[in-house]
């Protein structure tokens, strides 16, 4: 800002007033003409902000977005004496406030802006009286609290207790402004000041929204990805899908408490549908893994090892040599399931076990040549057993597959559902917050009924904003969906059953 420049105080006050959660304004002496002549701020302040699309002293919604006022007199020496009545300070405050009819706009505007901007029940006072006598003034610096006359260690002590009890800084009735939301504020209106320009309110809260969500975004998918990567692979479907149904929630979870203004839900959707893209990723590891275990599983057993040795050592090509061959490839199989039993069969092993029983039949046949205790009948009709026994296991295998696919979807389908209701459970406690304060502050205007069916149109005129919004997000979001192969369970499930499928 240019050093000298009229607007320069204006332009501080406005400034403190939209980052503050609390305005303490502090005067020496009585609430006076002079003493408002000094607040003009509040008569420019509607001229030097912009929310909602509006820039104008008559833009009533402002009320939903300033802060708290409170007027602190210093060395304040009048009796609060009216008529016969005390008065509270509070009540000092208001009758300093009323407009005066035989007085002039350069009396009332500054009162008037101060009760339109600022409704009464944001309005306090705190009179503080000198704090000692004039040895005490002059060792102030060098005094401890208790040393100060005890009236003003009562005032100061009710204002430090009222100010401690206010609500923290929030962007209208979203999420409390933390300390990188502060910093954003902070440079987008200061940038605005130094281009000469209005700070656009709107603007900057959808600014903060915007990084904000990118924060807690990238917080939330470092939580799933952390609960994701502790698993050990292999896992049983089951407890995969369990895991990540958990790991899920959890970060959405956190995703929903600490998003801010997230309008249509669309970051969160965008961190959903990462996830579940991450979880195509582990079922197919978790695939090949299993696909891996279970080789090694077959491989290892003891009995397995004796089938390999007698093969090679053509023990079964003898007479009931296959009746006996029969025998140990079920010893085999009783010992396979048996050892990989946490998984669900023949759904997760078949598949290693079909391959084993494939790479088996011209070892069978060429024992079945030899032996002669079958006849030619019976040989033929063990083949056709074989096969058909084989053909079995693919079919099984796949109508497992179906099964537990249709059951996987079931499930997330009613996660979704859970997501979804919670997501309109916040969407409709965040409006009714604002339907609230908006009915709150037409209260306020009972007795201006121009004023309130004007503020009525500004709030009509701020819904349908917002709703035009929501609306163009929605089709953004949907976009980006068709982009990516449709929606995310129907891409997610026909990249699973190609990775099951047998």
Same mark, same amino acid.
Request: glycine fraction near 2%.
């Given at each position: ?10 332009? %501080?006050?406005?400034?403190a ?8 304004y ?23 902000i ?14 939903? @977005?300033?802060?708290g ?9 009048l ?5 016969k ?13 009323e ?14 802006? =101060?009760?339109?901007?600022?409704? &009464? ?10 704090? *000692? ?29 009222? @100010? ?19 910093? #954003? ?11 000469? %320009?209005?700070p ?10 915007? =990084? ?9 998918? %470092? ?11 292999p896992?049983?479907?089951?407890s ?11 970060a ?8 801010? &203004?997230?309008?249509a839900? =669309?970051?969160?959707?965008?961190? &959903?549908m990462?996830?579940?893209l991450?979880?195509?990723?582990f079922q ?15 491989? *290892? ?10 093969? &090679?050592? #053509?023990?079964y ?9 029969k $025998? ?20 997760? @092993? ?15 046949n ?14 033929a ?27 996987? $979807? ?17 969407? #409709? ?27 009525l149109?500004?709030i ?26 449709g929606? %995310? ?7 699973v059953?190609? =990775?099951?499928?047998?």
């Amino acid at each position: 800002m240019i050093q000298g420049d009229s607007n320069h105080d204006n332009r %501080i006050f406005t400034l403190a007033t939209l980052l503050c959660s609390t305005l303490v304004y502090n005067m020496k002496g009585a609430f006076d003409q002079d003493a408002v002549n000094k607040l003009t701020f509040v008569s420019e302040m509607s001229k030097s902000i912009r929310f909602g699309r509006r820039c104008d002293e008559n833009n009533l919604l402002l009320q939903s @977005i300033l802060p708290g006022f409170v007027l602190a007199l210093r060395d304040f020496s009048l009796k609060f004496i009216k008529g016969k009545r005390q008065l509270t300070p509070d009540e000092y405050l208001e009758e300093g406030l009323e407009n005066k009819p035989e007085k002039r706009a350069y009396f009332n505007k500054p009162r008037e802006c =101060i009760r339109k901007f600022f409704p &009464q029940e944001k309005r306090k006072c705190f009179a503080f009286p000198v704090p *000692g006598d004039a040895d005490t003034l002059e060792n102030l610096d060098s005094l401890k609290f208790q040393d100060l006359s005890h009236r003003f260690q009562t005032v100061a002590t009710q204002f430090v207790s009222y @100010i401690y009890r206010q609500e923290p800084k929030q962007l209208q009735v979203s999420e409390l402004v933390n300390g990188p939301m502060f910093a #954003t504020l902070t440079r987008r209106y200061v940038d605005a000041f130094a281009k000469g %320009i209005v700070p656009d309110v709107d603007d900057a809260f959808s600014t903060v929204a915007t =990084i904000e969500n990118r924060r807690v975004k990238d917080e939330c998918m %470092i939580m799933f990805r952390s609960r994701t990567n502790d698993m050990k692979l292999p896992l049983p479907s089951k407890s995969l899908d369990k895991h990540f149904k958990e790991a899920r929630w959890s970060a959405l979870e956190y995703m929903r408490t600490n998003a801010v &203004q997230d309008v249509a839900n =669309i970051v969160e959707r965008e961190a &959903q549908m990462e996830m579940d893209l991450l979880w195509q990723q582990f079922q197919s590891q978790n695939k090949e893994e299993k696909e891996k275990h279970c080789t090694k599983v077959l491989s *290892g057993l003891p009995s397995f090892s004796n089938l390999q040795a007698r093969l &090679q050592k #053509t023990d079964y090509e003898v007479l009931g040599g296959h009746r006996k061959f029969k $025998r140990d490839v079920d010893m085999v199989k009783q010992k396979y399931e048996q050892a990989l039993r946490e998984y669900e069969q023949p759904r997760e @092993i078949g598949l290693v076990w079909n391959n084993f029983v494939s790479d088996l039949c011209a070892d069978e046949n060429k024992i079945l040549e030899k032996d002669n205790e079958l006849s030619e009948d019976e040989k033929a009709r063990e083949k056709e057993e074989n096969a058909k026994s084989m053909e079995r296991m693919k079919v099984e295998m796949a109508e497992a597959n179906q099964k537990a696919l249709a059951k996987q $979807r079931n499930e997330l389908d009613e996660q979704q559902k859970k997501l979804d209701a919670e997501r309109e459970r916040r969407d #409709t406690e965040h409006q009714n917050k604002i339907a609230d304060l908006q009915n709150k502050l037409a209260a306020t205007l009972d007795e201006n009924k121009e004023a309130q069916r004007r503020m009525l149109k500004q709030i009509r005129a701020l819904h349908e904003e917002a709703e035009k919004r929501r609306e163009e997000m929605n089709n953004k979001f949907e976009a980006m969906q068709k982009r990516r192969g449709g929606n %995310i369970l129907d891409v997610f499930f026909n990249t699973v059953k190609d =990775i099951f499928d047998p």
